[in-house]
């Protein structure tokens, strides 16, 4: 920008005069402008004071730009500290704060403090003035289940008031039959998000639906068919919609009380009552189980068995049985031979599709009890054992044999005669 250097002789002078700007030569620098200053005389003692300005410095620097001003107009309080709000028993809001002063100090005796509270949805603040630091806004002047906000500021006996201390919200009592406040915010052009709470105890029995109408003369219409739920400080449960393609300047809303409840087809959640008189018999090595179906069957059942050793539980067999039969065959041979067993029995409704019944299971029946019979020869069994039978006797039968046999070889082949044997060829060797 433009600027230019001047001198001042002296601390004392108010004059000054500009340096007169000129081309140094040999300048090889980019960006360095020099100015030469032409004085009359060089003394021991002499200061020169440099500065810049251009002109918008220069109305600033005329004496008639220097005035006084009193300390009282610019000087402020500290703002009040440790603002906190606390519930009374008859429902009204007791809020403290802090000096902001040491306790020693003199200051605190000609203090005086400006509250203001009002409600969020609101823009105007009701003031109240007070010489302590505490103040009790009592029940009747709040709204019960709505939520409020509150400020406070200092002032000392000079000065101005100090600024605002945080603010400080709290939400007062609901009341039942006291309808939530309604809360929206213009998002878009046509696009408005609305929300409500309800405190997390009434939240557990009723709801809110939100409804909304285009004309006088229509009718209120579910127009937040799944709302978005949030916590808040854990005390309350924000219910939030997202109203699109709405005209904001004709659109009412209400919010509906509704049980806070869950619709559901009764013949998609059937559970039977579990069988009766479960027993069991022997029949040829076999276990037959039988049972009877409940008294009260809602529609066709069919059954799932569940047995076990007593004293393996942890590793029960579990078989489903077609629909309409009451009994079932456990095989003697697939049971661990004289071991306490145990079978239980549950029902389940036949699922379907459609419109068709459909269920959980039931509870298992009481388990009947038997014990599993001896080991018995199956003709598997005995043909392994015959084999193996055979097969020890061939080996003792062979382990006795072969030594015998290569002895009498051995003999044999000492018993052939051969030239190497020969009495006379040994003596001519």
């Not at 003369?217 to 309350?236: I, K, Y």
């Not at 018999?281 to 039988?290: A, H, K, L, Q, Y």
């Not at 039968?397 to 006379?424: E, F, G, N």
Request: aromatic residues 10%.
């Amino acid at each position: 920008m433009t600027i230019q250097v001047w001198f001042k002789k002296d601390i004392e002078d108010n004059s000054s005069e500009l340096c007169v700007p000129f081309e140094a030569e040999n300048a090889t620098e980019d960006g360095v402008v020099h100015c030469r200053f032409k004085t009359f005389v060089f003394a021991i003692g002499t200061r020169h004071t440099v500065f810049f300005m251009n002109n918008q410095t220069a109305s600033l620097c005329s004496p008639s730009q220097h005035t006084s001003q009193d300390l009282v107009q610019h000087m402020r309080a500290r703002p009040p500290g440790n603002l906190s709000v606390s519930e009374q028993n008859d429902g009204s809001q007791m809020l403290q704060w802090s000096s902001p002063y040491p306790p020693s100090s003199s200051l605190n005796k000609n203090l005086t403090f400006q509250l203001s509270f009002r409600h969020q949805a609101e823009d105007t603040w009701t003031i109240k003035t007070v010489a302590t630091t505490r103040m009790t806004i009592k029940r009747q002047w709040l709204l019960p289940g709505h939520r409020y906000e509150a400020k406070v500021r200092t002032k000392a006996s000079l000065g101005r008031w100090s600024k605002w201390s945080p603010v400080v919200i709290w939400k007062t009592r609901h009341e039942f039959g006291q309808l939530p406040s309604l809360h929206c915010v213009l998002d878009g052009e046509k696009e408005v998000m609305c929300s409500w709470e309800v405190s997390r105890e009434l939240a557990y029995l009723i709801t809110y639906q939100l409804t909304c109408r285009h004309t006088q003369t229509a009718q209120f219409e579910r127009c937040c068919l799944n709302p978005a739920v949030s916590s808040t400080r854990g005390t309350e449960m924000r219910y939030s919609c997202l109203l699109t393609n709405v005209d904001p300047e004709t659109l009412q809303l209400k919010l509906l009380l509704t049980h806070n409840a869950k619709t559901f087809a009764a013949h998609k959640y059937i559970r039977s009552k579990p069988p009766e008189q479960v027993k069991v018999r022997e029949t040829n090595g076999d276990w037959v189980v039988e049972w009877s179906a409940p008294a009260t069957a809602p529609s066709e059942l069919f059954y799932q068995i569940s047995y076990y050793r007593t004293k393996d539980q942890g590793s029960s067999l579990q078989l489903n049985i077609s629909k309409g039969s009451t009994c079932v065959t456990i095989l003697g041979t697939s049971l661990v031979p004289l071991q306490d067993y145990e079978v239980k029995v549950r029902s389940l409704v036949v699922p379907g599709s459609g419109s068709t019944y459909e269920g959980i299971p039931s509870e298992w029946s009481d388990p009947a009890k038997w014990t599993s019979n001896k080991a018995t020869w199956s003709v598997l069994k005995l043909i392994y054992l015959f084999s193996a039978l055979i097969a020890a006797a061939a080996f003792l039968t062979l382990y006795h044999t072969i030594p015998a046999c290569q002895k009498k070889v051995v003999l044999w082949v000492d018993s052939v005669p051969s030239p190497s044997k020969s009495k006379t060829l040994s003596e001519i060797k």
